[in-house]
């Protein structure tokens, strides 16, 4: 373990229930190398592993559902076969002293009829076809146009939702983190742009925001409050080229109010674009962070010096990093002692086995050069949960991908 320095940033503390031995997340990082059944194989027990000395783990985006998913092996946290997967993930992060919780993730329009049961159409608030790319077993294609929900069948989500966490605690996690963010279901669902409903879950804020409200609601009562936490991105276009809602502040301001009332272990905010200029500066996280009332993660952008920084004025309780924890296992080693960083090559991103996975090799025991970084927009893409604009995977690659 790294000593603390009396660095802030590095120094143990409470979120929710969770006891963590520093301020730094990983973030959810989509990585498909699951099976297209959703079942992880061992690999992710070592990736994971290997990565348990940060505070927290947040696992990639776990589908809730097949209907939920929107990209070729992503793993998913609904059947006994996934559960049991996921234990051995959990057993090997606790016994390396690690936290970690599971990210539930529907995908809503972000889905091709190729993903899902029988070749339906995906699910979104309202019938408007996404731009963008999803990765199917054809390689990149433009998301199927969707269906919109019917009324009725919005309760099925949610309880997609809760049966996921049920899953997620018999698997061994110490929480769950509902998403909120990148303009998937949830997040299709609050905005205006991509929510063109006239029932009870579309036009004013209250009922655009009515489902994530739900869906909390549903896995706060299968698992304490103080075990959930919630990722938003108010202002992010990059997947589906989603447009903004109309005024963000607004909306993600009331909701984030709301989520207050339930005292969930901490809000986890994506600051800014995660494609080309940031523009963080452009919405008050701040407020959004007040509103909440409760603990906050920050991600986006951020480098040694401003996470400090950031934790240390109390803007935040906790900075996550997303790409860096690809090629440095060891990253809060390495922040600890302000040493280089390594650029882990783009094309092992997604997909394959071991190479690009597994095989980076902590600071003490690297012999190969490493590449001195800076966490800035250019590098602070959103890994987590999408697919950057460079080449996918090609399909030549391994099929297994675990």
């Known amino acids: 373990m790294t000593e603390d320095n009396g660095i802030a940033l590095f120094t143990p503390t409470r979120i929710g229930a969770i006891e963590v031995a520093n301020r730094i997340a990983m973030a959810p990082l989509t990585r498909s190398r699951a099976g297209m059944d959703g079942v992880h194989t061992p690999l992710a027990i070592e990736y994971y592993r290997q990565r348990a000395s940060a505070g927290l783990i947040i696992t990639e985006a776990t589908n809730i559902s097949q209907q939920g998913r929107g990209y070729a092996y992503t793993p998913g946290i609904y059947t006994d076969a996934h559960v049991a997967a996921w234990r051995a993930v959990t057993e090997a992060v606790h016994d390396a002293g690690g936290k970690i919780v599971c990210q539930l993730w529907h995908v809503g329009r972000m889905s091709h009829t190729s993903l899902q049961e029988s070749g339906v159409a995906p699910v979104a608030p309202s019938a408007i076809q996404a731009g963008d790319e999803v990765f199917t077993l054809e390689g990149q294609v433009r998301p199927s146009m969707p269906r919109a929900l019917e009324t009725n069948e919005i309760s099925g989500i949610i309880e997609d939702y809760r049966n996921a966490t049920r899953k997620a605690r018999e698997a061994g996690f110490d929480g769950v983190e509902v998403h909120a963010a990148n303009s998937y279901l949830l997040d299709q669902f609050l905005r205006d742009s991509t929510n063109k409903r006239t029932d009870g879950y579309g036009g004013s804020i209250r009922n655009r925001a009515r489902l994530t409200i739900e869906v909390v609601e549903a896995v706060s009562a299968v698992w304490s409050p103080d075990r959930v936490g919630i990722r938003l991105s108010p202002i992010t276009r990059a997947v589906g080229e989603t447009p ?67 934790v240390e004025s109390g803007y935040a309780d906790m900075i996550a990093f997303g790409r860096p924890f690809i090629g440095n296992p060891d990253l809060v080693e390495r922040l600890a002692l302000d040493v280089p960083l390594f650029d882990a090559p783009p094309e092992s991103y997604y997909g394959g086995g071991a190479e690009g996975y597994t095989d980076f090799k902590p600071w003490t025991a690297d012999v190969q050069p490493l590449v001195s970084v800076e966490i800035d927009e250019k590098l602070d893409i959103a890994l987590d949960d999408s697919f950057p604009a460079s080449d996918p995977p090609s399909m030549s690659e391994p099929a297994g991908r675990a």
């Not at 909701?255 to 009332?261: K, R, T, V, Y």
């Not at 952008?301 to 920084?309: E, G």
Request: aromatic letters at 14%.
């Open 244 to 310: 903004l809602d109309s005024d963000p502040i607004a909306t993600y301001g009331y909701l984030a109010q709301e989520l207050g009332s339930f005292r969930l272990a901490y809000l986890h905010c994506v600051e800014g674009q995660t494609r080309g200029v940031n523009g963080a500066a452009d919405f008050d996280f701040q407020a959004l962070h007040r509103s909440f009332g409760g603990h906050y993660i920050a991600n986006n952008s951020y480098d040694r010096a401003r996470a400090i920084a950031a």
